[in-house]
């Protein structure tokens, strides 16, 4: 039997890239690519990449000069190194990629990943450089394998592409219009993964809560997949405040299996930076519905985005983002200096914010996340929480897993807890996770 290919990806960005990779190497099982854990003397190299940041952009130039000499170790040994570059980047700069990094051989956009396998071999045939970056009539999802859990916790993209076109962003450009699967589909693809292992699911989307198909709203597509025997926890991201309705905030109510975190970006809480950035709400509005879905469910954790330094961002405005995530309180968040992306409206905007200012302002949202975090963390002490355990931790005998909030919490924990949800006692409080203790059998009936 001859040796199989190897096939290392690297994933850059999102979670929603995570599910992307994880699909790729679903395509490119049947050609004999066995996933490996480094590119070295791997003969195909997949880079899966994000376009939301210029440094992310810039690091796949950087990691494809670390491929050449790769590349011509194998070649000298006889072999060839196929290099592709996936995901928003091989999206946003098409052909100018190959000019300026001659030794791609394959650039491929989001949405045609399901075409690989031919991509490769029309590569194989040295057919020179491979280009598909279209927008397919045909939705990626009709010709993809169906799939596996990888583990207790998996993501299921139900939704795809935006219409919002926020000033700022490059997603409506790179990952194109807004596409949701249908609801059959979703169910299938959800059982199955349940039935292979997942205890918890994460819906995936660009807008995920402005998915709508067949006449189902997303309200009820999480109603239908809580029914599912097996499933244990429902999550969902990145979602969007215009697209949280009445049937979502009951879900949020009625649903126990839909965990009580939520990831609502709001970006500002100015609300004339939020006009420039075309987000179609104002702090008020989005203070309005956390309210709502607060007063549906009391227990509601909230996590968010932040930019700072938008073109023209004063240290007023600035001082109303502060006062939104005290406001909120929120537990977790992504915050980012602004980074002008090519070809958006904002990256022709006047009125700059110099860097210093923009990285003093980050600080100070960093520095007002990680207090109210901290917050959040010390008052779990002593709480019991529900942890699905999904990896090993970082000594025999433990094991890591995930609170409803995603928090990281290390417990002593049998074996077989692994893939389970377990009662824990949260005794510590350390930079990153909790520290927690599993219930004896005693005490766990007496918590049920």
Known sequence: MSERKKVFIKTYGCQMNVYDTARMKDVLAPLGYAAVETPAGADLVVLNTCHIREKAAEKVYSDLGRLRPLAAEKAEAGGRMLVAVAGCVAQAEGEAMKKRAPIVDIVLGPQTYHRLPEMVARALRDEGAVFDTEFPVEPKFDFLPPPGA?????????????????TYCVVPYTRGAEYARPAADVLAEAKRLVATGA??????????????????????????????????????????????DDELIAAHRDVAKLVPFLHLPIQSGSDRVLKAMNRGHTAADYLRTVERLRAARPDLAMSSDFIVGFPGETDAEF???????????????????????????????????PQEVAEARLAAVQAALGELQAAFNAGCVGRVLPVL???????????????????AVHAEAPADAMGTVRPVRIVGVGPNSLAGELLSGDEREAAE
């Open 150 to 166: 990888e583990g207790p916790s998996a993501f299921l993209a139900i939704q795809e592409g935006c219409d919002r076109f926020c």
């Open 199 to 244: 205890r918890e699911l994460t819906l995936l989307g660009q807008n995920v809560n402005a998915w709508a198909a067949d006449g189902w709203s997303f309200g009820r597509l999480l109603r239908e997949l809580a029914e599912i025997d097996g499933l244990a926890r429902l999550r969902y991201t990145t979602s969007h405040p215009l697209a949280v």
């Open 319 to 353: 001082a109303e983002t502060l006062a939104v995530i005290r406001e909120v309180g929120f537990i977790q968040a992504f915050s980012f200096k602004y980074s002008a992306r090519p070809g958006t409206p904002a990256a022709l905007m006047p009125n700059r914010v």
């Open 389 to 407: 355990f999904d990896r090993p931790g970082r000594h025999p005998g433990q094991l890591i897993g995930r609170s409803p909030t995603m928090q």
